[in-house]
């Protein structure tokens, strides 16, 4: 049984967090990185994630002047364990183990970032009974695909570098 009732306010105060941490993590990312170009789309991440942060927090300010609905306990338990391990959740110190000035590990750890968001904010637009909050996250998964697919492919180019060196 969950701690506490999910509900719609609960599910996007967690996604606003997890749009802060991300613009603060693409941010601080930004500054190690020697590469001009992986520092401009990291800035530029950063931007998007703060632009998803102040939607979803408008959003959650209209659900929570209606009074959001709470989810099922079943529905409840499993956004809490989807939640509880939700991305970016060490940052910079979780990529510290793995290597802070390598462009490739900043890499793989925006792209794991993305995948377990675009997980998150689908399970919310399957669950949520609001419609806007349903648009709202289909937005959002639409431009994290984009984030993902523009990350997979500097990947590819790293990945071509190292094999160059």
């Known amino acids: 049984m969950p701690s506490h009732a999910f509900s719609d306010s609960e599910g996007v105060r967690i ?8 613009g603060d993590f693409y941010r601080r990312a930004a500054k ?13 991440l ?6 998803h942060m102040r939607e979803f927090s408008r959003l959650r300010e209209r659900i929570d002047a209606r009074g959001g609905a709470a989810y099922s306990a079943e ?9 509880a391990d939700v991305v970016f959740t060490d940052g910079l ?6 290597g802070l000035e390598s462009p490739r590990a900043i890499l793989e750890h925006s792209i794991q970032s993305e995948k377990d968001s675009i997980l998150f904010y ?6 949520t009974r609001d419609e806007q909050a349903q648009r709202l996250f289909g937005d959002i998964i639409a431009r ?5 697919s523009r990350l997979q492919w500097m990947l590819n180019e790293q990945s ?4 160059e060196q």
């Open 75 to 83: 529905e409840s338990a499993y956004l809490s364990a989807v939640a």
């Open 32 to 44: 190690i990185t020697k590469d001009e170009a992986a520092r401009a789309f990291l800035n530029e």
């Open 160 to 163: 071509g570098k190292d094999d």
């Open 122 to 127: 689908g399970e919310m637009a399957s669950l």
């Open 144 to 148: 994290e695909k984009k984030h993902l």
């Open 15 to 22: 996604a606003v967090e997890i749009e802060r941490r991300g």
């Open 93 to 98: 110190r979780g990529l510290a183990r793995t």
């Open 46 to 51: 950063a931007a998007d994630e703060e632009a």
